[in-house]
């Protein structure tokens, strides 16, 4: 059973270009999270996604970012004209349907984005 | 909002030595997740812990939940330089299903 997949590993871009970070969820899962990483910091959720629906987007930047998780295909974190603020670890998680108690999420190998 | 503050912030031992880190909250979590990361990983599950009180134990690491489900402690015996990494605690709370990271402990355990 393959795990979270994340790709690229790594992406360089420069200011004012796109990035786009791919998250295919562990077999069986339809619940991905995102979270950003920065330098020296700690995890900290960006957005909650079900199949074709954004559950909770409260982490995301209003500006500039946005993610998709089709019916078919990988989920998106979509960064446009980024800067150099954005660059850091993206890491994607999936779970199962959580229960009210908890919420076991299974997290991929993250994709590292360096803006130049 | 809600946080988790994780002490000690790094901790480096010896080979052999026991240690406890602690994860504390102002918040009631519904449950509490620890995980392990690798310098260019992601996280990796260590255990979660449901219930106020519970213990859990994997090989030489043991896992407390607090009794106001607030707080956690993760416990290794006999450390070794395997056990080198980021260990972040990880709550669920606030109705939603997110989870709310803590600020980390970084061990390094030396032979």
């Known amino acids: 059973n393959a795990g979270v997949m994340q790709n690229p590993r790594h992406l360089v871009r420069r200011r004012g270009q796109e990035a786009r970070l791919r998250c295919s969820p562990m077999k069986g899962h339809s619940h991905v999270y995102w979270y950003r990483q920065l330098p020296e910091e700690g995890l900290k959720f960006m957005v909650y996604?079900?199949?074709?629906?954004?559950?909770?987007e409260s982490g995301m930047p209003k500006e500039r970012f946005s993610a998709e998780f089709p019916k078919e295909g990988p989920s998106i974190l979509r960064i446009q004209q980024v800067v150099r603020g954005d660059s850091a670890a993206y890491f994607c998680a999936s779970s199962p349907l959580p229960s009210l108690a908890k919420n076991i999420q299974y997290f991929g190998a993250g994709t590292r984005l360096s803006v130049l | 909002t809600q946080l988790l503050e994780q002490s000690p912030q790094f901790l480096s031992i010896q080979e052999g030595e026991n240690l406890t880190v602690y994860c504390n909250s102002s918040s009631v979590f519904s449950s509490l997740q620890w995980y392990r990361q690798e310098p260019g990983e992601g996280p990796v599950l260590l255990v979660t812990?449901?219930?106020?009180?519970e213990v859990k134990k994997l090989k030489r690491l043991t896992f407390q939940f607090g009794d106001a489900r607030k707080d956690s402690s993760l416990h290794i015996t006999a450390a070794q330089p395997g056990d080198t990494g980021l260990y972040l605690c990880?709550?669920?709370?606030?109705?939603?299903?997110?989870?709310?990271f803590g600020t980390g402990t970084q061990l390094k355990v030396e032979l």
């Open positions: 996604l079900q199949k074709e629906n954004i559950i909770d």
């Open positions: 812990v449901v219930t106020g009180g």
């Open positions: 990880a709550g669920k709370g606030g109705g939603g299903n997110k989870l709310t």
